[in-house]
């Protein structure tokens, strides 16, 4: 007999381990920022887009009528919602039929044809569907309505809105952080992370994005943990996005010290490595994705005759993945106990980093090459080994400068990636002036052209079909906690916790970041002294890393200590709980 179990309105077979916690969805009635009637229409503005219902309530027995229902993410330059809006953006026009006796209406939503797929993600029935809206057009002014009588019933997983916090001394990143913490929320309404509206299908890589975003604005750890379980069902096709899988994993092991799925899925995890498809120096032969849509790619390996990208089969793209994956599946079977498979995947990684920098790097310009027999040196060959600490330390910084010089030559995905290489190369001022750009590809772009969050693609440019509630493009919400406030797990469960800010430019930083001991609160003040005030959480045990300053001297709480001195950064180990300040001056 199969086992089936419902969570979150998901169906599993009994080939998953269901080791994951239920979702219980909520359900957050919003009031209107702004309603208005004009002419026979009423029009309403919930402030920011959001997956849910309407909820329609007149104040008085309305008459028979028959109403148009329009909901929408954008306006167009009438003020009116966008009937025929770009690419994948959502309009929906509904009918409302009204009757004496009945004063409150929810919508009847039908679902899109698109949505019926095998792996699609369903809603629950007893919340039924949904759809991302954040502007309402009620035609017939023959009923009466006001602004207490509309509610968007917005749908999502438990979210805890004071879990975290991130402010600095540039609104424009202010802004960032409020979209991509935002978006966190808004598309956790299906218990599982989705890619957007357009496919309601759970990826990989998007995923991942979204769930270190999710740990970054709310240490809750049970949509990441039953979407692994999704997509060990339903798993994608691309190379990277299988990898993703034991990055994943790690993850959450990293971020709460529970191997409880982990341990449940750990052969399953395993396959995902792709071992098989490894030649004898240890490199994958496979086909890479790189990044996506495909003209994001950087010229990625493009054949100059036809402009097409042409392999490699053996490519810098996949084997930083491949690498990076092994040493993740190595923290999970030694933390399980698997010392002799653990042993195998260090192995195996140290394998692959050797050959790796015989048959990609490029030795004269100091870079590496897209893949084997290649001799173009792209963004993402570049950045992915960055990201993953396969650079040595002494190829690091021509590499580096090499990637700073692409700017934004990536996808809103590519970006994660991107920007984690810059930091862990320290390029964090680089980094920052990215995330709080005004640029077409940036997401302050994102806000100005109307979506409250993020979007698939830069723009609809990079993606005619984009949708406005796509996860993947939320990097900031855990790049900015991770790195810019620098709180980071050194041991699992935040056993152990590193404190590294990392503000670039700006003057100032403050923020809260949710661990699984507790949150970490943090005030930096980044100017010819660098200042840094943190509390820490009961039985927290924290390294703390400075930046050197001209005088490379170093206090907490007032008194000159005599610090280890790394690569220009101050570093205190052992550091306990409660509150600290720390001055490099």
């Known amino acids: ?172 990143l202010n802004a960032v952080w409020d979209l991509c913490r935002h978006t966190v929320k808004a598309t956790s309404a299906f218990g599982v992370y989705i890619d957007g509206e357009r496919e309601r ?18 240490l809750d750890p049970r949509v990441a943990r039953y979407t692994i379980e999704h997509l060990l069902e339903y798993p994608t096709w691309p190379t990277e996005w299988a990898l993703h899988m034991p990055m994943m994993a790690a993850a959450d092991y990293m971020a709460t010290g529970d191997l409880k799925v982990a341990a449940a899925n750990y052969e399953a995890l395993k396959e995902k490595l792709l071992m098989e498809k490894a030649r004898d120096d240890g490199l994958l032969r496979v086909d890479a994705i790189v990044d996506w849509p495909g003209a994001e790619r950087d010229n990625y390996n493009r054949e100059p005759a036809t402009a097409r990208q042409v392999g490699p089969d053996v490519n810098t793209v996949a084997n930083a993945f491949y690498y990076h994956a092994l040493r993740q599946m190595e923290v999970l079977a030694r933390a399980l106990n698997y010392e002799a498979e653990a042993d195998d995947f260090d192995a195996r990684a140290d394998q692959v980093y050797d050959s790796f920098h015989r048959v990609f790097f490029d030795t004269r310009r100091g870079i590496y090459r897209d893949g084997e027999g ?85 723009n609809e440019k990079a993606k005619s079909n984009l949708t406005w509630n796509h996860a993947w493009g939320a990097a900031p919400g855990n790049i900015l906690p991770r790195f ?58 924290a390294r703390v890393v400075l930046p050197h300053r001209a005088q490379g001297q170093v206090s907490v709480n007032g008194k000159d200590m005599v610090a280890s001195s790394v690569g220009g950064y101050f570093v205190l180990d052992d550091i306990g709980a409660g509150k600290h300040v720390f001055e490099s001056r």
């Not at 602004?147 to 749908?155: D, M, T």
Request: proline letters at 7%.
């Open 374 to 458: 290649s001799t173009h040196a792209s963004l993402h060959a570049n950045m992915f080994p960055l990201a993953f600490n396969l650079t040595p330390a002494n190829r690091r910084a021509k590499v580096a400068d090499f990637v700073q010089s692409r700017g934004m030559a990536c996808s809103v995905y590519g970006a994660q990636y991107l920007l984690e290489g810059l930091f862990r190369a320290g390029k964090d001022q680089h980094a920052v002036e990215l995330m709080s750009a005004r640029t077409e590809r940036s997401w302050w772009h994102m806000t100005q052209q109307g979506s409250t969050m993020t979007l698939e693609a830069w």
């Open 484 to 541: 810019v406030l620098g709180v980071r797990p050194i041991e699992p469960g935040y056993a152990k916790i590193l404190i590294a800010p990392r503000p670039g430019a700006l003057k100032w930083v403050r923020g809260k970041v949710p661990t699984a001991i507790g949150p970490v609160v943090l005030n930096v003040e980044n100017a010819a002294a660098f200042k840094l005030a943190v509390e820490l959480p009961p039985g927290a045990k």
């Open 201 to 218: 299908i759970a990826y990989e890589a998007d995923a991942y994005i979204n769930q270190l975003s999710h740990y970054g604005s709310d």
């Open 1 to 172: 007999m199969l086992r089936i179990a419902c969570l979150a309105g998901i169906w599993l077979s009994s080939s998953v381990a269901l080791a994951a916690d239920p979702v219980e969805l909520q359900i957050t009635p919003v009031e209107p920022v702004l309603f208005e009637r004009r002419g026979d229409v009423f029009f309403a503005d919930f402030g920011k887009a959001a997956y849910g219902n309407l909820q329609v309530e007149f104040s008085e027995d309305p008459p028979v009528a028959q109403l148009k229902v329009r909901l929408g993410e954008k306006l167009g330059a009438d003020g009116r919602i966008d009937r025929d809006p770009p690419g994948s953006v959502n309009f929906r026009e509904i009918e409302l039929y009204t009757q004496p006796g009945t004063k409150q209406y929810p919508l009847d939503i039908p679902s899109k044809d698109a949505h019926q797929g095998r792996s699609v993600v369903k809603m629950p029935p007893e919340i039924g569907e949904v759809t991302p809206f954040r502007y309402v057009e009620i035609e017939g002014a023959a009923v009466k309505l006001d602004k207490s009588g509309l509610r968007q019933l917005f749908v999502h997983a438990p979210f805890a809105d004071d879990a975290a916090s991130f402010e600095s001394s540039d609104e424009t």
